[in-house]
């Protein structure tokens, strides 16, 4: 993206007390509320020696005091990429900074993708709790899902109650105890899953909680045709969808998110199409959210075979994604973002001030000036601050106002307190520098006569 050009996206609104004014496109959606399966997390720094020194009491009162301090103020290290997808970081480490640092590095495709299949994996959570809720076995409700669930494993296997007692049990069964085909399951329930009809299928509002922007498609629209998105930094829902729970979710909801990712982002040749290596790319979509696959069809083994797939469809590419981001674009963020606190075009900006601010100061040794004065200092500090500020990527005066830029000349409140001890020892260093060079130049000034050319 170009550099201060282009707008900042919309931060969620529970982040709206960080935002800088008037910043116009949005973040990528979080994944719904409804579910979080990276929640628990592990606190390391307990001292058991010293729980004996304290009465019950006292201990209570400390645990309370430790569970209500916020994630970032009890962390003495920089956040994780883990931490900062979960939203458990603040300012300028959070999953806003890091969806702008990668606007500006044009790899924003990436976390897209990643917080999409986040959605599509919840969406098969809020499902399966709905067949828990309502009493019905998985294995009459989806039997090729629970047969490749027990047969090749599944991430929900845990939230379906599928151990690996229960699939030597399944193995060890005869055909005649197996699960039935779909074709056996009764027309009520054939009608309620819903079979091919020319009407669109109804999307469920769990569905568009989770993408309120999309465009329902009708009937006749060819599915190839379908637009991948609408644009770079088209509209996004700015909170944290949360899943109705008035409504079931049905295996339709999940094929019409998993087409949508699939559209989006695998199709070859998709406006935000990611890269993947060849062993986890999907060359087709073979079924649609309009109906789902029916004994009737030619194609329906194959059919139903993908449909099975579809809860666990993007765990593979999802993992892959995350792995790439680990590696390159996340450390890049922390060292621009937790070691400085300005933009490349700002840092460029500063230097040619500091350079320029030099020039005029030294210009007055070849005209000979009769004067010497506090401006000498100004513009040798403004110069050097300017000079070495580019070469850290650190504003000392940002600094001191505790804030970092998010796009060219935006700022927000640096909140992360151990990005705070780090800048500002930073900075420290940066005028120390800068105070060193200021009165060794301001030493050469002085006492080298000047010469009029």
Known sequence: MAEGNQAEPN?????????PMNSKPTPPSSPPILTSHNSHTKNHNIDITQQHHHPPQQQQEQQQKNASLHPSMARNRLPTLQEVL???TRPPVDLYCFYLYLQRERAEDSLDFWLDAQQHENLCRAYFKDLRRNTVHLRDEWPDYYQRACTRGSVYNPLNGISRQSRLMDENMNPIQKPHPPQSINSSRISQQGMPSPIAPHVSPALRALFPHDKVPSHDEDPLARPTRQGSTRARTPIQPVIPRSSAITRTDLIASAERIYYRYLLSGAEKEIYLPSALRIHNFPINSASLPHAGSPDYEDEANFLAMIPDMFVSQKEYIYRSMERDTFPRFLRSKAFGNLTPLSSIIRLSVGLFAIWMVYQSVY???????ILVFIDFGIGAIG?????????????????????????????????QKILRGRALWVILLSTIIVACLTCILVFVPGHRL
């Open 367 to 373: 005209l000979s000036f009769s004067w010497i004065s």
């Open 86 to 88: 979960a939203r458990q």
């Open 387 to 419: 000079i070495i500020g580019h070469f850290y990527e650190l504003d000392p005066i940002l600094i001191l106002f505790n804030r970092s830029e998010t796009t060219f000349f935006r700022t927000l409140s640096v909140k992360e307190k151990y990005v």
């Open 11 to 19: 931060r969620p609104s529970s982040l709206k007390q960080e935002r």
